[in-house]
């Protein structure tokens, strides 16, 4: 059991209860901590879908999310399927850059940190990466799928050169 309780100097206190005990976890806002104000990300404007930015974003995804995020299922932190269908754009783009900062302010991270007790950390991605990792959501959201790497295009000639035959790598050796 948590109970999460938002104070007016940005203080953000977890009561975890076990066995009898409550243990009280605080964490800082960074931004108060460094008393520097953080700007958070007002407006996104999108494009059309981009399956180079998709790809791109994916490779950040694998890099530098995908210890503590999975698509289909709850791991360290959510699931991430259909969160752009949840989600704002600001809003995804914000959690990426500014955690911390998020889960002082915003009562959807707030409730979200009090679900899964474990605060998203900032894994040192820039805007325009956070920005990639949104159109690889974009994509999978919509075209249902996270694999965004095109299907192989068979070239028929090199087909018809080795006589239509599969490549099994070695030959075993005769005795």
């Known amino acids: 059991m948590s109970k999460s309780i938002k104070t007016n100097n940005m203080i953000l206190v977890i009561l975890f209860s076990f066995a009898n005990f409550v243990i009280p ?82 009562e959807t991270a707030i409730e979200l940190f009090g679900t899964y007790l474990v605060p998203m950390t900032f894994q040192n991605v820039s805007q325009d990466e956070a920005r990639q990792i949104l ?9 249902g799928e996270a694999d965004i790497t095109p299907p192989q295009k068979v070239d028929p000639d090199k087909k018809k050169a080795d006589g239509g035959k599969k490549k099994t790598g070695d030959a075993k050796k005769k005795k």
């Open 25 to 106: 976890v605080t964490i800082l806002n960074s931004a108060v901590a460094d008393e520097k104000a953080v700007e958070l990300i007002k407006e996104v404007k999108l494009e059309a879908l981009s399956q180079d930015l998709a790809k791109v974003g994916r490779a950040v995804f694998v890099a530098k999310c995908s210890a503590c995020h999975k698509r289909e299922e709850r791991y360290v932190g959510p699931a991430l399927k259909d969160v752009t269908k949840r989600r704002k754009p600001e809003w995804i783009m914000n959690m990426i850059l500014h955690p911390a900062e998020m889960i002082q302010t915003d």
């Open 135 to 143: 159109e690889f959501f974009r994509y999978a959201d919509e075209k």
